[in-house]
């Protein structure tokens, strides 16, 4: 697929800047949800089957995952790239947003609550964590 334009926000939109792409990618990097399955039945904005198999596909050809090969009768499991252990960063600024300026829950989940009491320091350690997960196999 072309891009729009060489800019460099565009190209991050392309990528990410749809509906999906980063719920599954939270769901991957802070709940671990590394088979389909269980990237659907734990969505909690629930998405649909068909949506979650387009979403994990681009985000496999845009290099942010990777599909491991799976046995006859075997689920696939899925691994972040350091593309997509990068996209923590990004994650945390929205959800640092989100806390802000939207309505909703003021209970922080776990990893946010980390967040808000180690401060920046928690985001590289996180994606240290996530590199020993994800990329340690490799």
Same mark, same amino acid.
Request: hydrophobic residues 35%; glycine residues 6%; aromatic residues 8%.
């Given at each position: 697929? +072309?891009?729009?334009?060489?800019?460099?926000?565009?190209? #991050?939109?392309?990528? @990410?800047?749809?509906?999906w792409s980063l719920l599954? @990618? $939270? !769901?991957?990097?802070?709940? !671990? $949800?590394?088979?389909?399955?269980? @990237?659907l039945t734990g969505s909690v904005e629930r998405i649909a089957s068909n949506i979650l198999a387009d979403r994990l596909v681009r985000l496999v050809e845009a290099g942010l995952l990777t599909r491991g090969t799976a #046995?006859?009768?075997q689920r696939a499991r899925y691994s972040l790239t350091e593309a997509g252990i990068q996209t923590l960063p990004i994650i945390d600024a929205l959800a640092t947003w989100g806390l802000r300026w939207r309505p909703g829950s003021d209970a922080l989940p776990?990893? =946010? =609550?980390?967040? &808000? +009491?180690?401060?920046?320091?928690?985001? +590289? =350690?996180?994606m240290e964590e996530l590199? !020993? $997960? &994800? @990329?340690?196999?490799q």
């Open positions: 697929m +072309e891009p729009r334009s060489e800019c460099p926000i565009n190209a #991050a939109v392309e990528v @990410l800047g749809d509906r599954v @990618l $939270r !769901d991957i990097i802070f709940e !671990d $949800r590394r088979y389909f399955r269980v @990237l #046995a006859r009768g776990c990893r =946010q =609550q980390d967040r &808000h +009491e180690m401060g920046p320091a928690y985001v +590289e =350690q996180f590199r !020993d $997960r &994800h @990329l340690g196999s």
